[in-house]
């Protein structure tokens, strides 16, 4: 037999287990990649409005960057304890930057003749943005969350070293133990589940390319 067909044994001889790991890694990604876009989105455009406060928003995306996933960890133990809490902090703080990056350039790309016309139209700053420059960026900032949630469900493997479940608990007892097919049992859903966030995603992204460009032109003509 066959080391994929091992795994797949694996996971079939283990299903209960495998659904419960699912859920955990599912729920911890899905919470984070919502926190993050609730919290990236605000910030980013606060930052296109107020230079000083682009300076920030970037310098704390790139400081989040920079620490390892596993320095995250170590820095929230002592202060989160074990379980789901400071697993879901980890990952949102990895999921923050794609976004906030994305967001700041789907806004600043916005084409100078369009704002002209939408300021020609009497339409104030907020209303600009509003009406024009979020709906033109939204392709963009989707392409933000897209590269985010695809990272998120490799960083929720982690969870394990601090309680928080997930697949990684089959991946890294499999290292451990020397077991390929249980690793593989780990890895294969949640390389699946990476390629079906970037699908889907990628087909929000399309539709929002083909659509926006319209709405925005109605909005200023």
Excluded: C
């Excluded at 394990?160 to 593989?184: A, E, M, R, Y």
């Excluded at 049992?185 to 539709?207: M, N, S, V």
């Amino acid at each position: 037999m066959g080391l994929f067909a091992e795994s797949i044994n694996y996971l079939l001889s283990h299903q209960g287990d495998f659904i419960t790991l699912l859920r955990e890694h599912l729920v911890m990604v899905v919470v984070a990649e919502l926190a993050a876009i609730l919290v990236a989105i605000p910030l980013a455009i606060a930052a296109t409005q107020h230079p000083q406060a682009k300076r920030l928003v970037m310098g704390f995306g790139n400081l989040a960057q920079t620490i390892p996933t596993l320095g995250v960890i170590a820095i929230v133990f002592p202060l989160l304890g074990i379980g789901f809490a400071p697993s879901v902090f980890g990952i949102w703080l990895y999921a923050l930057f794609p976004i906030i990056t994305n967001t700041i350039t789907g806004i600043e790309d916005v084409d100078d003749d369009i704002l002209e016309a939408a300021k020609g139209m009497g339409m104030t700053k907020r209303e600009q943005l509003q009406k024009v420059e979020l709906p033109l960026a939204l392709p963009v900032i989707f392409g933000g969350i897209r590269t985010s949630s695809v990272l998120n469900v490799g960083t929720a493997y982690l969870a394990f070293f601090i309680g928080g479940g997930g697949l990684g608990v089959w991946v890294v007892s499999g290292i451990t133990q020397f077991d390929n097919p249980k690793i593989l049992a780990g890895a294969i859903p949640g390389a699946l589940l990476a390629i079906t966030a970037d699908r889907l995603f990628g087909a929000i992204e399309k539709r929002l390319s083909e659509n926006m460009g319209v709405q925005a032109d109605a909005a200023t003509a």
